[in-house]
């Protein structure tokens, strides 16, 4: 697959500024590196992005992720790989991927589990991190860049 132009945060240099602020942030909200590298592959394979799942998992690795656990993401459900954290992060991630699933997607039981691990702090990184996920997600998908490409 060919991408249908340049990726638009690279033709608006500011674009790309205000994205790295928002990164920058989200790593000092104090939630382990892995957590958001977790949250960041499964909104990304929820949204079909090849290049963000292929950069999560080079990312996660990274981090330390082991290949075992990504590749179990997809079906976090049926697995005993993951903590109690992750999963309430896994949950909030879905929930606020799929708005258009159902109505009040983000349950008052998922906020509530979510808040039982997280403080405000770590929930405003694990839900800017969920946005940005679905920002480049839509970039990507819309403009069809292959995965293994680089910014």
Excluded: Y
Excluded at 116 to 128: C, N, R, V
Excluded at 134 to 151: D, K, M, S, Y
């Amino acid at each position: 697959m060919t991408a249908r132009m340049k990726n638009p945060a690279m033709l608006l240099p500011d674009a790309t500024k205000g994205v790295q602020n928002i990164f920058k942030a989200v790593h000092q909200g104090g939630v382990p590196a892995t957590t958001l590298e977790l949250v960041h592959l499964r909104a990304s394979q929820i949204n079909g992005c090849g290049p963000c799942v292929f950069g999560g998992v080079k990312s996660a690795v990274k981090n330390g992720e082991s290949d075992e656990r990504l590749h179990q993401v997809v079906a976090w459900r049926e697995c005993d790989l993951f903590t109690p954290a992750e999963r309430a992060a896994l949950a909030l991630t879905e929930a606020a991927t799929r708005l258009a699933d159902r109505p009040g997607a983000v349950t008052d039981q998922i906020w509530a589990d979510a808040a039982e691990h997280f403080d405000e702090h770590q929930l405003a990184a694990i839900i800017l991190m969920i946005g940005l996920t679905n920002l480049f997600n839509r970039i990507n998908t819309t403009v069809r860049e292959p995965a293994g490409a680089t910014w």
